[in-house]
């Protein structure tokens, strides 16, 4: 089950545990907080809103993790070598600085 919240005039914050057998999807909603550390499922997409602060190092269970056009920034955790699982990650247009781990996980197709 995918669940697409976008374009819907959200406002607030993203309660963290949310789970869903595939797809959560938030864009172009004026959301605003963190990233949270938990999602439960396969793949999700916080795009084009203000969501602030740093890339989790919790979310090493997804395939997918679409964050661009965000407010993110820091680093990309050290701990995203380990997420074998991640097929796509996408923190274009954020202020998320330093260098890529050099043991990105061999699943990682795009970036």
């Known amino acids: 089950m995918s669940l697409n919240l976008s374009s819907n005039g959200l406002l607030g914050t993203i309660p963290s545990g949310l789970s869903l057998d595939s797809l959560l999807l ?3 909603d004026g959301l605003s907080g963190t990233v ?7 793949a999700v997409a916080i ?28 680093t990309v955790p050290d701990s995203i070598g380990g997420w074998q699982q991640l097929a796509w990650l996408g923190v274009g ?3 998320l600085s330093g260098t890529l781990p050099s043991d990105l996980p061999s699943s990682l197709s795009e970036m």
């Open 26 to 28: 938030f864009s172009n």
């Open 93 to 95: 247009w954020t202020s």
């Open 36 to 42: 949270p550390a938990a999602f439960v499922g396969s």
């Open 47 to 74: 795009n084009h809103t203000a969501l602030s602060g740093t890339l989790p190092s919790q979310l090493s269970n997804l395939t997918t993790i679409d964050l661009r056009f965000t407010r993110l920034s820091g």
